[in-house]
């Protein structure tokens, strides 16, 4: 009886050991930081500017922005965007114009200036980090 009861704990404590081994192989993106800490602070990333703009994996995607925009805003009084992207400022800013398709609207027609379907830029076009992605990722574009 007694050494059944040794090797029941022996066993016990084998399984226990193995559990934490196996617990132990899953790591948060948090790190081993207990949860009743806070966090440590990321380290800031600088805001990727690339001239001439980045490449587009496909036809008719949002380009990605070439450039910081931690200084813009956008909301119901101003977008700061349209101040170099807009078809009356382009020019003289050296920017590109917002796309063709930015000016229709739902039913199809052309408008004058851009449509409100494409006033917050950041829907689809996103910023980029000068950053190594968290996960690997092998994706290619269409060429
Ligand atoms: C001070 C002027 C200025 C402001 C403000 C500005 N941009 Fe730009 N943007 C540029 C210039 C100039 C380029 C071209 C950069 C290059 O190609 O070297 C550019 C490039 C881009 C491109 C890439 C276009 C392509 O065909 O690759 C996108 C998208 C873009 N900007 C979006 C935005 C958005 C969204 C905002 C607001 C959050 C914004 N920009 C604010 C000047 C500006
Ligand atoms: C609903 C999605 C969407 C929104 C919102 C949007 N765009 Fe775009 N944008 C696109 C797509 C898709 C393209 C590529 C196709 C095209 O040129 O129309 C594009 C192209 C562009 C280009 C490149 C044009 C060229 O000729 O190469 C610029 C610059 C641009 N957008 C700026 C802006 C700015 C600034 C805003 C906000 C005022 C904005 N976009 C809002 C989807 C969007």
Not at 64 to 77: R, S, T, W
Not at 108 to 135: M, W
Request: with cysteine; net charge positive; hydrophobic share 35%.
């Amino acid at each position: 009886m007694k050494k059944t009861m040794i090797t029941l704990t022996t066993a016990l404590v084998v399984l226990i050991f193995s559990g934490a081994v196996v617990a132990g192989a899953v790591e948060s993106l948090r790190g081993e930081q207990p949860l009743t800490e806070n966090a440590k602070e990321p380290a800031k990333k600088q805001a990727l500017v690339v001239k001439g703009g980045i490449e587009r994996s496909y036809k008719q995607q949002p380009p990605v922005i070439p450039h910081a925009i931690d200084k813009d805003e956008i909301n119901l009084k101003v977008n700061t965007c349209l101040n170099c992207h807009s078809e009356k400022t382009f020019e003289a800013k050296k920017a590109p114009k917002v796309g063709d398709s930015h000016f229709i609207d739902r039913d199809g027609k052309v408008l004058k200036t851009i449509s409100s379907r494409r006033y917050f830029c950041e829907q689809c076009h996103a910023p980029q980090l000068n950053a190594d992605p968290l996960v690997v990722n092998n994706f290619e574009g269409v060429k």
